[in-house]
């Protein structure tokens, strides 16, 4: 059997075998030199990789900071721009949902008087996202910046709060809708309970705590068979899933203007029942006081208040049909049958005394208004 050696090198006539183990040396030789060479090359290339890995890396980062759906400079400067109190004693607000219809009619009202404020909006598309970005449109040709984003991202909230240190925020944003929620119950439970959670926590550690208002729902009455619905009156009866994450919402909140040591600033919360009017969400602002806290701390005792607003003028469901018919000149096609068990109540009255003596709060339109303007 032939050796490795003259498996490697086979004979050659002519030549020595003493020749060959010295060409073998000479081509281990050689390999050995090729090796560590080819090593250096390796541990360069590695060099250079990592090196160029770490650049890329610090380019995305700047692209992200540049062309991502918030962040970068620009962003920053409209956010300020946006949140730039105009009149004296004047607040700066951040305002969730601001793309809905009550949300754009109070970031209007509130760049109006001259107050700062800058609007986010996730545009789900739970109704045409079109009419969202048409009222987006609308209120940024006023000076009103929205930031597109999910309350449950911590990172755009807590960019918010570092360039912009707002006094309140008006928190309308939810899932709404009682019957959608036998069809998407994790949205409720996303956007109604843990986007709260969320938002607490950054108003909580902000320096200074901004006052917040919340938007509850008449939902959370439930079952209560007292009427008009008072702000004393029980929720412990939901009828819906929808009901029950706004009924937590406000033990949430609860919990959170209780505990020592964390955050409540004047914290109001406040239950928005029927037809809900601009004018009702500025005095919950206006009536909100200043923050007791900073820091995740607070100086003192923090208000929890709740208010119904309404307009205390229930209107049955075939007298709404007929309105609509009138104004949009179309016969409904009528189909009458029993309440179905999806979590609709059978009647919502609010009764708002409350809110009328310590708000100021007084209602001026009907519904027959309302609808035809």
Not at 227 to 252: H, N, Q
Not at 340 to 353: C, E, K, L, R
Request: glycine share 8%; proline share 5%; with cysteine.
């Amino acid at each position: 059997m032939p050796s490795l050696e003259d498996a490697l090198f086979p004979s050659t006539p002519g030549k020595f075998k003493i020749e060959r183990v010295h060409n073998m040396n000479r081509q281990f030789q050689r390999c050995f030199a090729s090796t560590s060479t080819m090593f250096l090359w390796a541990l360069f290339l590695i060099a250079l990789t990592a090196s160029y890995s770490s650049l890329q890396s610090l380019v995305d980062s700047g692209n992200h900071y540049f062309t991502a759906s918030w962040g970068g400079i620009q962003w920053e400067k409209q956010i300020r721009n946006s949140a730039q109190i105009q009149r004296p004693g004047g607040m700066s607000v951040l305002l969730t949902g601001a793309a809905g219809f009550i949300g754009s009619h109070v970031s209007l009202a509130l760049k109006k008087r001259g107050d700062g404020v800058v609007g986010l909006d996730n545009f789900n598309n739970y109704y045409d996202p079109s009419l969202k970005k048409a009222r987006q449109s609308l209120l940024n040709r006023q000076g009103i910046f929205f930031v597109e984003g999910d309350l449950n991202d911590v990172g755009v909230l807590a960019k918010l709060f570092d360039v912009v240190a707002f006094t309140h925020v008006l928190h309308l944003a939810a899932q709404a809708e009682v019957r959608y929620a036998m069809e998407n119950p994790n949205s409720y439970v996303h956007s109604n309970i843990g986007a709260l959670v969320t938002l607490l926590e950054i108003c909580k550690s902000a320096d200074p705590q901004p006052a917040v208002v919340w938007a509850s729902s008449s939902s959370v009455y439930g079952l209560n068979e007292h009427v008009p619905f008072s702000e004393s009156d029980r929720t412990d009866r939901p009828a819906s899933l929808y009901a029950a994450t706004k009924k937590a919402g406000g033990e949430i909140i609860h919990s959170y203007n209780h505990m020592t040591m964390v955050f409540r600033p004047d914290r109001s919360c406040y239950r928005f029942t029927g037809s809900t009017g601009r004018i009702g969400c500025l005095r919950s602002l206006d009536t909100s006081g200043e923050s007791t806290g900073s820091g995740g701390k607070k100086r003192g005792p923090a208000p929890y208040r709740n208010f119904n607003l309404g307009n205390t003028s229930p209107v049955k469901v075939p007298t709404l049909v007929s309105i609509l018919e009138k104004h949009l000149k179309v016969e409904a096609k009528k189909k009458i049958v029993d309440i179905p068990v999806n979590g609709d109540v059978p009647f919502t009255h609010a009764n708002i005394s409350l809110a009328r003596r310590e708000l100021g709060y007084k209602p001026t339109t009907d519904l027959q208004t309302g609808l035809k303007k």
